[in-house]
Antibody, heavy 119, light 107 residues
Framework: EVQLLESGGGLVQPGGSLRLSCAAS????????MSWVRQAPGKGLEWVSV????????FYADSVKGRFTISRDTSKDRLYLQMNSLTAEDTALYYC????????????WGQGTLVTVSS | DIQMTQSPSSLSASVGDRVTITCRAS??????VGWYQQKPGKAPKRLIY???SLQSGVPSRFSGSGSGAEFTLTISSLQPEDFATYYC?????????FGPGTKVDIK
């Protein structure tokens, strides 16, 4: 069974940094593209970033480009999101999502980790 | 970037009703669309992929159709557990973009 478990969220001051982690089980992350998707309180879903299955290609939403970095550790089956220069607009529940290789989109999601940016 | 719009933004319906939600893309995206259901406090769950293929384990009352730039999600007979928010997602090009969501609640 595929499971994704996010961690690393919390309260951070504006301008601060945070690193999110997603532990994957039930599959090998080097076989799947992996994304981060976020949801601000009471708002819709926003795709944030993706790392390709081979790990060589990454993409970012314009809203986070230059501030966030996606990475992975295949030896640990873990996905990461390094978030720098955080602002209040980054306050959200951050989901880790597994890409569906043959069909596109996401076939599995974690339960999310909450990031709150506030002074 | 490809923009996704959804209509309606919300609807009230009764158990047993037929419900249709529409998603429009700002440009043609073939059939590179999925539909997701999200209940309060829960992660999204994929219902439909490739515009019209039913995700394994999803009840057959859910169906999707469309191609190009207009897509629909239909629930043939609304059940109590279907009250939720529904999102479309285009995955033709990055950045991936979701529709703003359609909240389905009880009339």
């Amino acid at each position: 069974e595929v499971q994704l478990l996010e961690s690393g969220g919390g309260l951070v001051q504006p301008g601060g940094s945070l690193r999110l982690s997603c532990a994957a089980s039930g599959f090998i992350i080097s076989n799947s593209a992996m994304s981060w998707v976020r949801q601000a309180p009471g708002k819709g879903l926003e795709w944030v970033s993706v790392i390709s299955a081979d790990g060589y290609t990454t993409f970012y939403a314009d809203s986070v480009k230059g501030r966030f970095t996606i990475s992975r550790d295949t030896s640990k089956d873990r996905l990461y999101l390094q978030m720098n220069s955080l602002t209040a607009e980054d306050t959200a529940l951050y989901y880790c999502a597994k890409g569906a290789a043959s069909t596109g989109g996401f076939d599995s999601w974690g339960q999310g980790t909450l990031v709150t940016v506030s002074s | 970037d490809i923009q996704m719009t959804q209509s309606p933004s919300s609807l009230s319906a009764s158990v047993g009703d037929r419900v249709t939600i529409t998603c429009r893309a700002s440009q043609g995206i073939r059939n590179d669309v999925g539909w997701y259901q999200q209940k309060p406090g829960k992660a999204p769950k994929r219902l439909i992929y490739a515009a019209s293929s039913l995700q394994s384990g999803v009840p057959s009352r859910f169906s999707g159709s469309g191609s190009g730039a207009e897509f629909t999600l239909t629930i043939s007979s609304l059940q109590p557990e279907d009250f939720a928010t529904y999102y479309c997602l285009q995955h033709k090009t990055y950045p991936l973009t979701f529709g703003p969501g359609t909240k389905v609640d009880i009339k």
